[in-house]
């Protein structure tokens, strides 16, 4: 499979760290950022590249060749003029005759490329976009899917006040079918996510989300430079490649992140308790993955619909957004075991597996996540949650139910006095 770097921005906004050189070739701990790009497909077998230049692009050229002093396979395309990230690609209709990756010159990321187009394939998809959540949704652009991880909508900053969202936020990595590209306007300077994909959309292709917890950012501004370059040399960002088992902090819902309701059902009665974002905060600047395990016997009891119980997650997801933090995963059971209401939905009072003290949801996030359940915690605040966690082969922690600050003294107890992570626990 084809991997496309487009690489011709000038980068203005990164200017002040190197304004002689192009973005993509701006050196991440003694590499130009591009290099890190070519190595991290070549060493999963994809070496076979095609670059857009522009903007002193002849400086890509001249260090890259046609690759083979790489161990790769790399062919130019030069665009006379800018053509935005979309516009060259129309115009390379007859090289990408088939599925090809695109990257953006100036990211830093390690994923496993193949997992991605396994699923790809499994979804039989025309585009699969690369998706994560990240600490300021609020100011991001976001991405709707369904049950099954096709895309329903774009929602583009800025939000309107009051917006409420899953935190899922569009990386700027994707796998396209040749497809796509019929719908670029050849010639026209146009941007992939402004205009080629919604233009998709509307066509009724098959769009994809592929939402995973692998270090990916872009060096934009000089801040995220240097942050990139101090994770790139801490050895974080190949760490959090998905083809490696990494620890999570299972988490309850009611009571833990969330104040208890007696059956919450609507989307107001969602309130954080205080000290929980902060909490979660911690988390995502650990290795750990922060993954919501609840029970929801609204359903089986009739309550609320799916849909109005999704509402209530996409307002945690957004409360937790404000405060800069979120969740990886969350994973609820619908089922109730005892029947006898009149209005319940006969469908879901069933005895399950994934109902707590039952392992099911942990062990599901386990195989999906590639979870080292060994190393990783279950937090709740009752003995189904204790017992949930033992089930499925992780170390329980009981706290108070709705106490302010009982997750984040839990946390801080994963910690030393220095406020960093105990490494034997990691």
Request: with cysteine; aromatic share 8%.
């Amino acid at each position: 499979m084809k991997t496309v770097i487009i690489a011709g921005g000038q980068g203005t906004r990164i200017a002040s760290v190197n304004s002689e050189i192009p973005k993509a070739m701006i050196p991440i701990c003694g590499k130009p950022i591009i290099e890190h790009e070519v190595e991290m497909a070549k060493r999963q077998g994809f070496t076979d590249f095609l670059f857009i230049i522009g903007y002193l692009g002849d400086q890509i050229e001249a260090y890259f060749g046609d690759g083979s002093r790489f161990g790769v396979h790399i062919d130019y395309f030069h665009e006379t003029q800018p053509l935005g990230t979309a516009g060259a690609l129309g115009l390379l209709r007859d090289q990408l005759t088939e599925d090809f990756f695109v990257f953006y010159g100036d990211t830093i990321m390690d994923i496993d490329m193949q997992r991605m187009v396994d699923y790809h394939k499994a979804k039989q998809a025309d585009a699969t976009l690369f998706l994560h959540p990240n600490d300021h949704p609020y100011d991001s652009d976001l991405v709707d899917l369904d049950a099954e991880g096709r895309i329903r909508a774009f929602y583009h900053k800025p939000h309107p006040e009051g917006f409420v969202a899953h935190n899922i936020v569009n990386a700027a990595l994707f796998i396209f079918a040749p497809s796509v590209l019929e719908h670029i306007e050849l010639g026209v300077k146009c941007h992939i996510e402004k205009h080629v994909l919604p233009r998709c959309m509307e066509a009724g292709k098959a769009l994809y989300g592929y939402v995973t917890a692998e270090y990916i950012k872009d060096m934009g501004t000089p801040e995220r430079y240097y942050s990139v370059s101090e994770d790139v040399e801490k050895g974080k960002v190949a760490r959090l490649n998905a083809c490696h088992k990494r620890p999570a902090i299972f988490l309850d819902r009611d009571g833990v992140i969330n104040k208890e309701v007696n059956l919450l059902n609507k989307e107001e009665q969602m309130e954080l308790i205080p000290g929980a974002a902060e909490a979660i905060r911690l988390i995502n600047k650990s290795d750990y993955l922060a993954i919501v395990v609840t029970n929801q016997p609204v359903i089986a009891r009739n309550l609320c619909t799916f849909e109005e119980l999704d509402r209530i997650h996409m307002k945690m997801e957004t409360l937790l957004g404000q405060e800069h933090a979120y969740i990886n995963a969350l994973y609820f059971c619908p089922h109730h075991p005892d029947s006898g209401y009149p209005e319940e939905r006969k469908e879901y009072k069933i005895k399950c597996d994934c109902r707590k003290p039952a392992p099911g949801m942990l062990l599901r996030a386990a195989e999906e996540w590639n979870i080292d359940m060994a190393k990783s915690y279950m937090i709740g605040d009752s003995d189904r949650d204790v017992q949930a966690g033992i089930n499925a082969g992780v170390k329980p922690i009981l706290i108070e139910t709705n106490k302010e600050n009982a997750l984040l003294d839990a946390v801080k107890e994963l910690m030393d006095e220095s406020g960093k992570w105990k490494a034997e626990r990691l």
